[in-house]
């Protein structure tokens, strides 16, 4: 209420702050959608009113475009983002991206169209030599054509041939050995898959980085699984060879419990589903983030790792819990040095391994993943 009146925010001024061109939620409503649109529901339309209706005594009064870019100071990263903003990238800068054959030297600026590198025969190059190069070897053999690139690669200044190296962002067999992508930032950066087996895969791959990069113990957890119901007879062998394939499953079929986890304390991880309740409201839910900070062990267990040196491990017994430091955690958390703790216990979660649900299996574990990439969709 304000002044007897019911208003937006209490009739306080509030800023918004969003970009217009970020991806839309999925299977939600944004406010940046159609508002003329039909089908929205009532609370939808006041908010739409809000944003789009200037005579309103609730809507946006003004609006402050920001057109400077800051993400980067790298010229050719802004221009590159500017070009996959707006979806209209040219092939001459797919090419230098991906490593291909190109009509201009290493240094050429896209917004500009000429060369940065200062070098006078560089700014000829892509008008003379590199044309006339082009149309003598256009209906020759793909070899030809090969070695025309490596001759005109020979070509270009230093400076230009160190700038087309830097801006491969794509893993080839000569731009692996450097490591590049092995270390800060790419090390911790998100990795998308339109699948979710090799995502999975990949987020394992690179917990193993992460700990190597971080000179940290990596521990491997294990989940237990205990047959509800009946299965095929079968041998012990076949038996455990059956487990062992469920430990493979991806989490969304297993009630959101993975079956092998790497705890890297320090690692970033992100929870598969909501633990309770309780949790939720104080901001643990499914997709929320947080960083292992310890792990509570039995005595043996704790014993047992402290006289290895391996850096890399199976817990033989599984930990009791786990504290993460929880991003944006609510005040129900335990605080800690200005860190909002949250102690996770082991989980019991059922599953079940046909589609009718006859064949139910529970399972012991956590509810989380290393916060390394994922579909699209996570």
């Not at 797919?94 to 590198?117: E, I, Q």
């Not at 986890?261 to 409201?281: C, W």
């Not at 929320?288 to 047992?304: F, K, M, N, P, V």
Request: with cysteine; glycine share 6%.
């Amino acid at each position: 209420m304000y002044q007897g009146h019911r208003r937006a925010f209490g009739g306080l001024n509030v800023v918004f702050c969003g970009d217009f061109w970020q991806l839309t939620p999925v299977k939600n409503i944004s406010i940046f959608n159609n508002p003329f649109l039909k089908g929205y529901s009532a609370p939808e339309q006041k908010i739409f009113k809000m944003f789009w209706h200037t005579k309103d005594k609730d809507s946006i009064q003004q609006t402050f475009t920001l057109t400077k870019p800051l993400r980067t100071e790298d010229p050719w990263l802004q221009a590159v983002l500017e070009m996959d903003r707006y979806g209209n990238e040219s092939w001459e800068v797919y090419c230098f991206a991906h490593g291909l054959p190109t009509r201009n030297p290493g240094s050429w600026d896209p917004r500009t169209g000429k060369v940065t590198c200062g070098c006078e025969s560089c700014e000829s190059l892509a008008e003379t030599a590199w044309k006339t190069l082009l149309y003598r070897v256009a209906a020759e053999t793909r070899g030809v054509k090969k070695e025309s690139w490596l001759r005109r690669l020979q070509q270009e200044c230093q400076q230009c041939s160190d700038e087309r190296r830097r801006r491969i962002c794509i893993l080839q067999n000569d731009n692996m050995d450097d490591g590049k992508h092995l270390k800060p930032p790419f090390d911790a950066a998100p990795f998308v898959h339109p699948f979710r087996h090799p995502s999975y895969h990949a987020t394992q791959l690179r917990a193993l980085i992460f700990a190597r990069n971080a000179n940290t113990r990596l521990l491997w957890f294990v989940a237990h699984d205990k047959e509800l119901s009946k299965l095929h007879k079968s041998s012990e062998e076949q038996h455990e060879r059956r487990k062992e394939r469920w430990l493979e499953f991806h989490d969304r079929f297993t009630a959101g419990i993975p079956g092998i986890i790497p705890l890297v304390v320090g690692m970033t991880y992100r929870f598969t589903d909501t633990v309770s309740k309780e949790a939720r409201e104080a901001g643990v839910f499914k997709h929320a983030r947080g960083i292992l900070r310890g792990l509570i062990l039995d005595s043996d267990e704790q014993q047992r790792l402290q006289n290895l040196d391996d850096m890399e491990t199976v817990l033989q017994q599984r930990p009791k819990k786990l504290i993460l430091e929880i991003e944006n955690g609510g005040k129900q958390l335990l605080l800690d040095n200005d860190k909002r703790l949250y102690i996770l216990p082991l989980q019991w979660k059922t599953w079940s391994l046909d589609k009718d649900g006859a064949i139910r299996i529970k399972r012991c574990g956590f509810p989380l993943v290393p916060d390394f990439g994922g579909t699209g969709h996570s």
